[in-house]
């Protein structure tokens, strides 16, 4: 299993010794909010490049924001591994070929509300498949387990299809929720508040793995 903190839950007053507490992570999730995709507001491309510059992790891009094409140029840094985009926004099929044209792997995400479905006519371009396990928005929720069984339908069809995304989900992950999201066949958990919360990260992140 590998583990990707959502620098989300961090202290952004003391962003360079949070990057230091997290080192053990196999990537870092950036969630960038545009107050209208989702009723929040994060950070956007000056901060993202700065954690890029300050970090040797890989990082893995969660673009909740209606016009990805035009926010996806801006956060093509070194160290940027996927950058996801949810097909409930606009420009979905422009976005896939931008973010390929970057050489930047493609991740496809779905609300907890969207059915998988909605997802299969874009699958085949996808380098990584974000299932929302809250609603986007917000640390800190709780976890929807029944979000669940779409991942278990995606390895299913993966294997049938021959395909090689890596599937992650987002959202309420904890101790208590990882043996779930093992056993359904994720391959990579976001955790913010679980992993921030902690006074030692690298035991959390370790415990989660
Ligand atoms: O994308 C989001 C929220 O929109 C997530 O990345 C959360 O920020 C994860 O936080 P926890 O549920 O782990 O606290």
Redesign the pocket.
């Known amino acids: 299993m590998k583990v990707a903190p959502?620098i989300?839950?961090a202290d952004f007053t003391n962003l360079k010794e949070e990057l230091e507490s997290i080192k053990n992570a196999d990537y870092i999730?950036l969630?960038i909010?545009d107050g209208h995709f989702?009723p929040?507001i994060s950070f956007g491309p000056a901060i993202s490049k700065k954690i890029s510059e300050n970090t040797d992790i890989d990082l893995d891009v969660?673009l909740?924001v209606w016009q990805p094409l035009f926010w996806v140029p801006k956060f093509a840094f070194k160290r940027t591994k996927y950058i996801t985009i949810h097909i409930e926004s606009d420009d979905v099929k422009e976005t896939i070929e931008a973010i390929k044209e970057l050489e930047i792997g493609v991740g496809l995400s779905i609300k907890p509300k969207t059915p998988l479905k909605d997802l299969y006519p874009y699958i085949k371009k996808a380098d990584l498949i974000l299932i929302?396990t809250?609603?986007?928005?917000?640390?800190?929720?709780s976890?929807m387990e029944d979000q669940l069984t779409k991942v278990k339908e995606l390895v299913k069809y993966r294997e049938k299809n021959k395909l090689d995304f890596m599937i992650e989900v987002?959202?309420?992950?904890?101790d208590e929720t990882i043996d779930a999201c093992r056993e359904a066949g994720v391959d990579i958990v976001?955790?913010?508040?679980?992993?921030f919360n902690m006074k030692n990260r690298k035991e959390g992140i370790e415990s989660l793995k």
């Open positions: 959502s989300l839950t999730h969630d909010m989702v929040n969660h909740m929302m809250v609603e986007p928005g917000f640390g800190g929720q976890f987002d959202g309420g992950i904890n976001v955790a913010g508040s679980y992993i």
